[in-house]
């Protein structure tokens, strides 16, 4: 049987409950012409959807469906200057809709699905459609393997730290306060709920608090924030309150896939913002090494199904399904930001039999995604997906790149390639992106996504722990794998050296290096992880363990020139003098003394025979001394 083909005969095509966005071209009035409008949104797809869950990758709310209402994101021209008068507008015009909130070009309200055509005249609206939904990542013994009781030894726990989780729900976080939890966390929630409230456990996810329990595990010093979303708008809210209460590092434990996967759009947006402000932020690199497939646009004979593989076949194979279990899928395509003018379904077939496609749910959605899931609801062994083209247009397109994502948990049994499988938004440059190894054993786990990005850029950047244990039972997925990296981000931070009379605060260009220098090789593929296994750096105080130690000031130094000073105990010779080195945290050497130097009271200056300084960075200031044990410090050099 061949898939229902939606041609130019849209009344067929009606009758066969296959298109759900007729009635826009029905509407009574004159309406913007230039807003594109999800036809997900249609009153007749709605009246069906209140009935079913979600599909894959929206954040469809059958509650509110049920009352007559859609939760919809707005799209605009521009940042929204004035949400004041944007929120007058939707009061005035629609009295029954509710104003969510805003970030950046989004806005975000619950529209009565009778008024939908009426949201259509916002002020510079651009797109009107269902918002993308988030996907968790998740599928504590990694404390040793970070070596972080060697911080705890030396008293840095994270204290003075703040941590922010930003995360899908924290479901029974009030029971785990002082125990797996610090006593005291800040927590905000912008997962709006279908009675116009919020709601912290995000409709009972736990998956946020088992982030929170491993980050307390490693820095259980560190101050925590706990805020969660259900929608990109709420995300862009809950970072923006995370930064506003001091949060230093974020961890972020999710993956979403709207956005062109090379570092920009929207969702990389949010981030990006976080890190131009500073923040350290921290993300699961996604759990679709095993479930995922790319490839190009390729239709030969133009019949609409894209050839999957090397022998130009049409279906790729999803292997046995027995009665009740489910299929996930998720299709991406490099049309970005917006892709009305192409739109592919994905379609499970059985045999030579069509079963459903992700059209019934997202008609001709403006964005390149689809989704789809189904329940078998018998037992098979035939069960295959195809990729269709649902527009009239069947001419070739060129640079099209194309990529599926199991969003099930099971491998692809044919055709899989973790190359590129990485999640957004670990694919932002600034972003330190974790996979996972299993702590027992130190190997790669096989789901962990790895890179590279569609820019081209290594990653994940580092590797750490998953398959740990929390209150929740073993808690794994690079989900788990993020927050260890975060936790020891925060013992960084707390160890960080002092210098002068202020404590130095490393940037995130610092704890790249850090981490960088001291994470362990590990024999991968080249492209499965770019520094290696996370272990943390030695303390300063490990660096430098003799009755010899000296401070540097200032430190952070502006213009090249320290001076030592002796630690408390220790009184050196009036003439002693010796050797010093600085080095890169990789262990190059950048600058010498080149003979002995006075080391008491003189200025020591940086600059080579040309005069000019090292870049600003972090640096190993090494002294060697005649009666001396050569001893260690970190230097920061500042622009």
């Given at each position: ?47 069906k ?37 944007a ?9 029954n ?6 970030w ?10 009778d ?8 002020p ?32 840095f ?61 490693i820095?259980?010093?560190a ?41 920009t ?66 299709l ?12 592919l ?17 997202y008609?001709?959605y403006?964005y ?10 018998h ?69 962990s ?66 981490f ?37 000031h ?22 002693l ?55 260690t ?7």
């Amino acid at each position: 049987m061949r898939a229902p083909h939606r041609g130019s005969n849209r009344i067929i095509a009606l009758l066969m409950g296959l298109i759900p966005g007729l009635w826009m071209v029905l509407l009574a009035g004159p309406l913007p012409a230039d807003v594109i409008l999800d036809p997900g949104l249609a009153k007749t797809h709605l009246a069906k959807a209140r009935h079913r869950n979600a599909p894959p990758g929206l954040a469809d709310d059958t509650a509110l469906l049920k009352q007559g209402m859609v939760r919809c994101r707005i799209q605009l021209a521009a940042p929204l200057a004035d949400p004041e008068s944007a929120q007058t507008w939707l009061s005035e015009r629609i009295p029954n809709a509710l104003w969510e909130g805003s970030w950046g070009r989004w806005a975000q309200v619950v529209c009565p699905i009778d008024d939908i055509e009426q949201l259509m005249g916002f002020p510079d609206a651009e797109i009107i459609a269902r918002p993308p939904s988030p996907f968790p990542q998740s599928q504590s013994q990694g404390v040793e393997i970070l070596k972080a009781p060697a911080y705890w030894n030396k008293g840095f726990n994270g204290e003075d730290v703040s941590v922010a989780v930003v995360d899908v729900g924290f479901y029974g976080y009030t029971y785990m306060l002082g125990t797996e939890l610090p006593k005291n966390v800040k927590v905000r929630s912008f997962y709006h709920t279908q009675g116009g409230g919020v709601d912290i456990s995000g409709d009972h996810q736990d998956h946020g608090l088992l982030v929170a329990e491993i980050i307390h595990d490693i820095a259980p010093g560190a101050e925590l924030l706990l805020t969660n979303f259900g929608t990109l708008t709420e995300l862009g809210q809950a970072v923006d309150w995370a930064i506003a209460e001091g949060a230093q590092i974020i961890n972020h434990s999710v993956g979403w896939f709207d956005g062109p996967r090379d570092g920009t759009g929207e969702i990389a947006s949010i981030a990006q913002a976080a890190l131009d402000q500073g923040v350290i932020w921290i993300n699961s690199a996604g759990n679709y090494g095993e479930g995922h497939w790319n490839g190009s646009y390729l239709d030969q004979n133009r019949n609409g199904f894209l050839e999957l593989d090397d022998i130009d076949s049409e279906t790729i194979a999803l292997g046995s399904y027995r009665t009740g279990r489910v299929v996930s899928l998720l299709l991406w395509w490099s049309r970005w930001p917006e892709s009305s003018d192409l739109h592919l379904d994905l379609q499970l077939w059985e045999g030579m039999d069509f079963i459903v496609s992700s059209y019934a749910e997202y008609g001709f959605y403006p964005y390149a995604i689809r989704g789809l899931a189904w329940v078998a609801d018998h037992d098979t062994d035939l069960l295959t997906l195809k990729i269709y083209r649902g527009d009239d247009e069947l001419e070739p397109v060129s640079d099209l790149h194309i990529e599926l994502f199991r969003l099930d948990g099971q491998p692809f049994p044919e055709g899989n390639d973790p190359a590129g499988s990485l999640i957004i938004p670990a694919d932002v440059p600034g972003v330190i992106a974790v996979g996972a190894v299993d702590w027992q054993t130190g190997a790669l786990e096989r789901y962990s996504s790895w890179g590279p990005t569609l820019s081209g850029l290594k990653k994940p950047e580092i590797l750490s722990s998953a398959n740990v244990a929390t209150s929740g039972g073993a808690f794994s997925g690079t989900s788990a794998s993020s927050p260890h990296v975060a936790g020891a981000a925060a013992l960084l931070q707390a160890a960080a050296p002092r210098g002068g009379m202020s404590r130095i605060i490393w940037t995130l260009d610092d704890i790249r290096r850090l981490f960088q220098r001291a994470a362990e090789p590990i024999v991968l593929n080249e492209n499965a992880v770019d520094w290696g296994v996370a272990v943390l750096p030695l303390t300063p105080e490990d660096l430098a363990e003799n009755e010899q130690s000296f401070e540097v000031h200032p430190n952070p130094s502006r213009d090249g020139s320290v001076t030592l000073k002796w630690m408390e105990g220790f009184q050196p010779p009036e003439e002693l003098k010796g050797a010093l080195a600085l080095y890169d945290v990789t262990g190059r050497l950048i600058w010498t003394s080149r003979g002995p130097v006075p080391l008491t009271g003189h200025p020591i200056s940086f600059r080579n025979s040309h005069g000019a300084l090292p870049a600003a960075g972090t640096y190993w200031l090494k002294l060697t001394a005649p009666g001396l044990r050569s001893a260690t410090r970190i230097v920061l050099l500042r622009d």
